[in-house]
Each structure stands twice: as C-alpha cells, then as structure tokens.
T-cell receptor, first 119, second 116 residues
C-alpha cells in the first residue's frame, strides 16, 4: 500500500525568503509523485509531477521538487516566496498500473501543508 | 478549453435524505474520478469511471455510488445522508495519455455538501 506523510501541517515564511515543504512517501512500486496546490474555495491545481524521469522536477510558479529514492522524500522548494503562494499544498503519490490495476484515477494525498506568507 | 465543471457548488441537506452531484469533465477526457475532502480525513478517493464503467473504487460504504454517461459526464449519489458526509466533493478528469497512475488529474472546484 502507498502512503504519504507531509512533515509540517503549517509553514510560515516571509515574502522573499525560501520555501521548503517536506514530504515522505511509501510505495511498494516505483511511484509517480505530484504536488498539488489548493487556494481557498478553489479546486486543486498541479504544481509539478515526477514519473521516473529526471529526479529534479521543475513546476509552475518557480516551484521545484527533488525525488530522493534513498530517503523516500519528495520535498517542494521555492527560492523566494510571494504573497500569492499562500495556500494549502498536497504531496501526492500514485502507484503505476502494475500495482494490480488499482491505480486508475486513484491518488493518495498527504494531509496537506498550509503555507502562510508574511509581508 | 473549459475546465471541469461541478454542480451544484453548494447544497444543504438533512440526515436521511439523498443527494446527487454532477460533474462535466474537460472535453476529450474520458476518465472521471471523485474525491471526498474533509478536515479530519483529508482527501480520499471515492471511485473512478472510464467509458461508463467503474474501474476503481475506494473504501466507502455502498451509500456512495456513481455513474458515467456516454458523453463522459458523471454523477455521484449519496443515499441516507449522515452528518459525517458533510464535505467538499471534488471531481477530476484526465486525458487518455500515458500509463494509468502517471498522469495529471484536472480538478473542478467542488460541491460543498452540508448535512444538518
């Protein structure tokens, strides 16, 4: 079974400072990993995804994440926070089809990290 | 291209009633998934449909059901509502590209259900 642990429920940074949102995963297979963002009263938007290509993945709005298999981590970073980055961020794992066909449409979400950006 | 559209956006029901939520996927997307989001349990997978067939199902009771129509639009139904069913129900669609489990899901803004 797959699982995701987001190590911080809340992260607070000042505008212009770096952002680090931590995520560890567990999977019996070679997973696909995603980061999604959810702004208040909005749906989820994909920031970036890792699907066994380059381990350093660049996403939208200056975010990037590094897949580290040895540490089973997929931390999200951004060099300089902007006020518009304030939102809830979800680390997500998906097992491939060889997991017995149980991957259709199924993403396993972490509990989320609320990012607050102070002026 | 229009995004995933969910209706209604907000609704209030009482215990014991039933509710039907609708989802129109992005044009060309044939896979539709449903998720429940609550403060306590987070985001949990309900089920996934493709070409009118349910291909995958999460761990929810039989009161939760869904279907998909030939135009890929989907509905989910919750019968005999309980207080704990209060949640944001999110629908997501995905295009038919890449191996299952590797592609992006495109989410709608959700239907917020309150059960009194």
């Amino acid at each position: 079974a797959q699982s995701v642990t987001q190590l911080d429920s809340h992260v607070s940074v000042s505008e212009g400072t770096p952002v680090l949102l931590r995520c560890n995963y567990s999977s019996s297979y070679s997973p696909s990993l995603f980061w999604y963002v959810q702004h208040p009263n909005k749906g989820l938007q994909l920031l970036l995804k890792y699907t066994s290509a380059a381990t350093l993945v660049k996403g939208i709005n200056g975010f990037e994440a590094e897949f580290k298999k040895s540490e089973t981590s997929f931390h999200l970073t951004k060099p300089s926070a902007h006020m518009s980055d304030a939102a809830e961020y979800f680390c997500v794992v998906s097992d491939p089809l060889n997991a017995g066909g149980t991957s259709y449409g199924k993403l396993t979400f972490g509990q989320g990290t609320i990012l607050t950006v102070h002026p | 291209k229009a995004g995933v559209t969910q209706t209604p956006r907000y609704l209030i029901k009482t215990r014991g009633q039933q509710v039907t939520l609708s989802c129109s996927p992005i044009s060309g997307h044939r896979s539709v998934s449903w998720y429940q989001q609550t403060p306590g349990q987070g985001l949990q997978f309900l089920f996934e449909y493709f070409s009118e067939t349910q291909r995958n199902k999460g761990n929810f009771p039989g009161r939760f059901s869904g279907r998909q129509f030939s135009n890929s639009r989907s509905e989910m139904n919750v019968s005999t509502l309980e207080l704990g069913d209060s949640a944001l129900y999110l629908c997501a669609s995905s295009p038919p590209t890449g191996p299952p489990g590797t592609g992006e899901l495109f989410f709608g803004e959700g239907s917020r259900l309150t059960v009194l």
